[in-house]
């Protein structure tokens, strides 16, 4: 019991949290959905209050094809970190894997609300109005994400893709060769 009591202190020491959280990004990227999911429980049981615990764990719950557990760890993510624009923004990605089309698009638009300059969450918004066929306004979207600093190869290529489906062959071709 000592050497627990011990061993779950040394969680407390700062950088910690952070190493763990990397810990189980890492677990997700290499496709450990299943242990990605034993670290979040362990750290959820440690830190009560950590909304990086509950979005690894709704991420491999989605790649796990577990659909209900992940939207009960999505929820609980959002009532943990409401408010702050990171949250919101992996919450819209956590529902547009999931194909809940709107729930994501009202997330990546708290994420604007409340940082105006978060371009990331511009990207997903973009592709979503494309999924509508409201081109227009994707082209726009991605427009202003060349200005803040996103991946200018990402935006071309994204926007390529837009041209394409339009049936724009000619503008397509220009902006893939500006991805490349």
Not at 69 to 74: F, K, P, Q, V
Not at 129 to 140: F, I, K, S, T, V
Not at 147 to 168: C, R, V, W
Request: aromatic letters at 8%; one cysteine or more; proline letters at 4%.
């Amino acid at each position: 019991a000592e050497k627990k009591a011990i061993m779950e202190m040394l969680y407390y020491i700062p950088g910690v949290k952070e190493i763990q959280l990397g810990r189980g990004l890492d677990l997700l990227t290499g496709g450990s959905y299943q242990e990605a999911i034993q670290l979040s429980d362990k750290l959820l049981g440690i830190y009560k209050r950590f909304p990086g615990g509950y979005y690894i764990k709704a991420v491999a719950q989605i790649n796990l094809g577990k659909r209900d557990d992940a939207l009960s760890n999505i929820d609980a993510l959002l009532k943990i970190g409401f408010g702050i624009p990171r949250t919101h923004h992996e919450a819209g990605m956590c529902y547009l894997a999931l194909g809940e089309i709107d729930k994501a698009d009202e997330q990546f638009k708290t994420v604007i609300a409340l940082d105006p300059k978060s371009g990331r969450s511009f990207v997903p918004m973009t592709i979503i109005e494309q999924m509508r066929g409201n081109y227009d306004r994707a082209l726009q979207g991605l427009q202003l994400t060349l200005t803040q600093g996103e991946p200018p190869s990402l935006i071309h290529y994204l926007m390529a893709n837009i041209f394409m489906a339009k049936g724009d062959k000619g503008v397509y071709q220009r902006e893939m060769s500006e991805g490349k």
